[in-house]
């Protein structure tokens, strides 16, 4: 087999898990070596290289147990990689919020093309595992919960495509405030472009009332792109049921549970026909074909990101 990929240049695939390793080994390996979060180093006896993660020690043992075997040429593709955000009560380390950390710091790392200590510099393609929940699959309670979205198409955790950043973490699978009132505003960590061309989507396709955020309106000032945006997705967000789908805009949208309402700006609020900002009926909510048009958009900006920040 090994013949057969470097005579084609074709990659070794491989499933890359280091929560397993902290799982089955706590005592030898510490979590936050299994998350990218270590301060320490791990020193390999054999080679004298340095390691401050599991990931890059697994992919390096790949590409040294290749070599042994007289194979320098062919790369390594991790066709999956993840962490859980549930397990059984043996897991603990199975949380939203550890799933959040390892796949957050997975992307920066790769999309810096920082490479191994073996390999200095060297891109590496990689797969997250996985998009959706499998609540369906058997095993132990782990199996079923690997997934960055929830089988109703709401979202476990954020997750920062860019790499530039941590989302807010959800409260709970619904992300309901105390109160039971959420709104979605723009990420002052977004960038300009990214941030247009959402207002652009929203204001348009996403068939959102945006004459509040014009010229001598009431939410035209401060005239920046994060304002003009967190009105625009706000607006967007009440009036497609408030769900984490309708707040993901491509990684630029977060969601609060404060009023980001100020002087005569008013933020719309799901179940409200009137925003008090301009004192007029907004757009009802949108037809299942809307929605299932912003589904593909999300869908498309999870995919575009992917091949730009994971296939390269």
Known sequence: MLEFLAENQSPFMIDIYPYYAYRDSPNNVSLDYALFESSSEVIDPNTGLLYTNMFDAQIDAIYFALMALNFRTIKV?????GWPSKGSSKEKAATPDNAQTYNTNLIRHVINNSGTPAKLGEELDIYIFSLFNENRKPGIESERNWGLFYPDQTSVYNLDFSGKGVLEMPTNKNSTSFNGTTWCIASSNASQLDLQNAIDWACGSGNVDCSAIQPSQPCFE???????ASY???SYYQQNGATDVACSFGGTGVKVDKDPSYDNCM??????NKTAASNTT????????TQNEAYAWISSFLLMTSIVYFFI
Not at 267 to 272: Q, R
């Open 232 to 234: 625009a997705f706000n």
């Open 267 to 272: 933020y719309m609020i799901t179940g409200t």
């Open 222 to 228: 401060p005239d920046t792109l994060v304002s003009h």
């Open 77 to 81: 593709m991790v066709t999956e990689t």
């Open 282 to 289: 907004a757009i009802a909510a949108t037809s299942s074909s």
